[in-house]
């Protein structure tokens, strides 16, 4: 080592250095040191034996400042990083080593290809200071409770129209279910948990926000004040219909289990559909019956409580007639009524007054009396209202009936007063 030269030694480097000085001056036996360093008596002797020859570098291990034998080629490193560039850009270290494994049959951990990219400053870490919340341990049981709500987000990164992500994330697995829609409404919520039900069954419970969907805006009338009841929207007059108990949590993070899955999803989905070329909203919904699959294979947790909570539905119960939309109308004298801005004639007899409007989520409508379906037209035209005539486009002159002015009135005052003979006595008062 010449002058000058500094000698960079490890923590663990100085301690197995005191040893050996000790064993070499032979104040310990190198049995004694072999058990302190956790070596085996023949390791020992040969860094003793290299201290003496070598001096304090002896301690320090050969390989040190060496290139690993298992070093990635830089051929290889260099196409991954290419791959990424010209395929993946924006995927995640994770993601993009499963699109290696599963496409190019190329395999590398998540931590060698991360280091990788934020090298060639491809990826950033990303760090928030998070707000303290307590933990809620899952339900035990699966179809205990179902965490449900919409995603707005751009899923086709603008190849084609927005649309809102439906999804449902059981709380004791984990298991996911969604489907895409238009807009998130009551028509597209009522349709999902129609397909959820056929699929996997009533949950027993169903965890929402306070979004209008699912909970009603409207003030509670007086028979509804009076009775303790609050006015439902009508997801949730639905879901009371079928016996699911709905839970409204008052922030973002109460159900932060579907939050998360809304945060997984804008990463995966969102490039999984890009790699497909999906540019519609039904060709995303055909991928999601092959994707959701394969995601819950991946992300599904075993519950602590075995058996499925899920309850079946009861014989007779028509799911058309509960998963819709209830408007009461008024049944005119006529048999018409006027629903949504369009005009309908009931072509059925009936004494009742109102009748119940029923929007199916297939696009079709009925109209209902207590529990008897009526056979209705929609009416084009609406009638046309009588126009009041005014008095100025009459043919003639209507008589005019002669104006009688009241006792009181100020004019026979006024001319009861001046009608007088003058006086000037009273020309005070007149002038006054």
């Not at 290419?82 to 049959?105: A, N």
């Not at 059981?170 to 397909?195: H, I, N, Q």
């Not at 009861?416 to 006054?432: K, M, Q």
Request: a positive charge; hydrophobic letters at 35%; charged letters at 35%.
């Amino acid at each position: 080592m010449t002058e000058g030269d500094m000698l960079m030694l490890r923590r663990h480097e100085i301690r197995r250095l005191e040893v050996v000085r000790k064993v070499i001056k032979e104040r310990m036996r190198q049995a004694v040191a072999a058990d302190l360093l956790e070596l085996s008596t023949r390791q020992t002797r040969r860094i003793v034996l290299r201290v003496k020859q070598e001096g304090e570098s002896g301690v320090i291990h050969r390989l040190r400042g060496r290139e690993s034998n298992r070093r990635t080629d830089d051929e290889e490193k260099a196409k991954v990083l290419k791959l990424y560039k010209d395929k993946y850009e924006g995927f995640g270290p994770t993601l993009f080593c499963e699109k290696l494994v599963e496409i190019h049959k190329i395999r590398f951990s998540d931590e060698t290809v991360r280091k990788w990219l934020l090298k060639s400053g491809d990826w950033e870490k990303s760090s928030k200071r998070r707000k303290h919340r307590q933990w809620r341990e899952r339900k035990e049981y699966y179809g205990q409770l179902q965490q449900v709500d919409g995603s707005h987000h751009d899923w086709l990164e603008g190849r084609g129209a927005k649309m809102v992500l439906m999804a449902y994330i059981d709380d004791a697995t984990g298991r996911v279910y969604c489907r895409f829609y238009k807009y998130e409404g009551t028509k597209p919520a009522l349709d999902s948990f129609l397909r959820y039900i056929k699929k996997y069954g009533m949950p027993q419970i169903v965890y929402l926000d306070k979004h209008t969907t699912y909970k009603s805006p409207s003030q509670a009338t007086i028979e509804q004040e009076l009775s303790g009841e609050e006015p439902m929207s009508q997801f949730e007059r639905a879901l009371k219909e079928l016996g699911v108990k709905v839970i409204h949590a008052n922030s973002p993070q109460a159900k932060g289990r579907v939050e998360r899955l809304f945060k997984t999803l804008q990463d995966r989905l969102v490039k999984e559909m890009r790699l497909k070329g999906i540019k519609t909203l039904e060709g995303a919904n055909e991928f999601l019956k092959e994707y959701l699959p394969v995601l819950n294979r991946k992300f599904n947790v075993v519950a602590r409580g075995k058996g499925d909570m899920h309850s079946s539905l009861p014989k007779g119960v028509d799911l058309d007639r509960i998963l819709c939309i209830k408007t009461q109308r008024a049944l005119r004298n006529d048999f018409t009524l006027v629903h949504d801005k369009k005009f309908y004639q009931v072509l059925d007899n009936t004494s009742a007054k109102t009748v119940m409007v029923e929007e199916r989520v297939n696009g079709t409508m009925r109209i209902y009396t207590r529990d008897r379906s009526l056979k209705y037209k929609q009416l084009l035209e609406m009638p046309k209202k009588v126009e009041k005539i005014k008095m100025s486009e009459l043919p003639f002159d209507l008589p005019r009936k002669k104006h009688i002015p009241a006792a009181d009135h100020p004019w026979r005052q006024y001319r009861n007063r001046y009608s007088e003979p003058f006086d000037e006595t009273n020309l005070a008062d007149i002038i006054s």
